[in-house]
């Protein structure tokens, strides 16, 4: 059974690090890109970054360069996001998803299908 799963949100004061988690089974894992998205409370889901199979990184969104790093083990199925400095602007949802070996480029990260697996996603709140 196909799954990928989030971990690691949680409530943190701003400034905080975090990081979270994207354990994935059912596909191969090292065959494909994972991206970090996330949907802040009525917003629209923007993508945030992704590592493609071969490691290259796209960024999505330029407010966490300097902030976030996405890593991936592959020996682990699992892609981590490392999130510093964290603002309350960072408040969201966070979800991973899957594509077939690359990720997609900024102009179709957006596009239904760019992506063809989804997590359910964690919390992440940033608060004092």
């Known amino acids: 059974q196909l799954q990928l799963v989030e971990s690691g949100g949680d409530l943190v004061q701003p400034g905080g690090s975090l990081r979270l988690s994207c354990a994935a089974s059912g596909f191969p894992f090292q065959s494909y890109a994972i991206g970090w998205f996330r949907q802040a409370p009525g917003k629209e889901r923007e993508g945030v970054l992704c590592?493609?199979?071969?490691?290259?990184?796209?960024t999505y969104t330029d407010s966490v360069k300097g902030r976030f790093t996405i890593s991936r083990d592959n020996a682990k199925n699992t892609v981590y996001l490392q999130m510093n400095s964290l603002k309350p602007e960072d408040t969201a949802v966070y979800y991973c998803a899957a594509a077939p070996l690359f990720c997609a480029s900024a102009s179709r990260v957006n596009t239904a299908g760019a992506y063809n697996y989804w997590g359910q996603g964690t919390q992440v709140i940033v608060s004092s």
């Open positions: 590592i493609s199979a071969g490691g290259a990184i796209t």
